[in-house]
């Protein structure tokens, strides 16, 4: 399996700001995934960030608001610009070794916008 | 549309009991079915999986079933016990769409002592 950490493990912030998740590997991946979980309810896949690429987004979510970099192998960070208060979620990054099929979680990042 | 459907909600069952939680799914693609645990404040962890060359994969107490032709699957929790309550969610991925996860809604089971 792959254990993944997620900093910061909750954050509070004003409407307008931008904030930064980071993910952490304790080993390289191929894929990176990030979703939101809104309280209550399923996991929506909002992005895709492979090994030297692009990331690549789902419908409803852009580059803009959620810019995502994946600077190495064991690494990646979601911003959420213009931070509005219905982004306040649950933000989790997951990861996939190549060849495998299964994704592994990290612990989430409680996002809360007033 | 819902391309993976979990009919139930919610599903309440005694200790000891076996949880029977269903799912289905539309994209004949899928080739990939995990099932996740989540408990309150965490994140999902694998709890078991199976491909779809399988009919059926059993890692202890827990089994799934799966019907290709009917595009159903089921997780069967034997001798269910209270900390098996939880949120389960039924997944599908397909190598050819990028591995990529779609998760159904998700069934809060609640095994009573």
């Known amino acids: 399996s792959v254990l993944l950490y997620q900093k910061p493990n909750r954050d509070i912030c004003q409407s307008g700001t931008s904030l930064k998740i980071q993910c952490v590997a304790d080993?390289?991946?191929?894929?990176m995934f990030w979703y939101q979980q809104f309280q209550e309810q399923s996991l929506m896949l909002m992005a895709t960030?492979?090994?030297?690429?692009?990331?690549?987004?789902e419908s409803g979510f852009t580059k803009d608001k959620f810019p995502i970099s994946r600077p190495n192998l064991t690494f990646s960070t979601l911003t959420v610009n213009n931070a509005r208060p219905g982004d306040s979620s649950i933000y989790f990054c997951?990861?996939?070794?190549?060849?495998?099929?299964?994704?592994?979680f990290g612990p989430g990042t409680r996002l809360l916008v007033l | 549309q819902q391309q993976v459907r979990q009919s139930s909600q919610s599903l309440t069952v005694w200790e000891g009991e076996t949880a029977i939680l269903n799912c289905s799914y539309e994209?004949?693609?899928?080739?990939?079915f995990p099932w996740y645990q989540q408990f309150p404040g965490e994140g999902p962890a694998l709890l078991i999986a199976?491909?779809?060359?399988?009919d059926k994969k059993e890692d202890g107490r827990f089994t799934i079933f799966f019907n290709k032709r009917e595009k159903n699957l089921s997780l069967h929790i034997k001798d269910s016990q209270p900390g098996d309550s939880a949120t389960y969610f039924c997944a599908a991925s397909a190598r050819a769409g990028g591995y990529k996860v779609v998760f159904g809604s998700g069934t809060r089971l609640l095994v009573s002592p």
């Open positions: 199976i491909r779809s060359v399988s």
């Open positions: 960030a492979n090994e030297g690429s692009e990331a690549t987004y």
């Open positions: 997951s990861s996939r070794r190549g060849g495998q099929d299964t994704q592994y």
């Open positions: 994209n004949s693609a899928f080739d990939y």
């Open positions: 080993s390289q991946v191929v894929s």
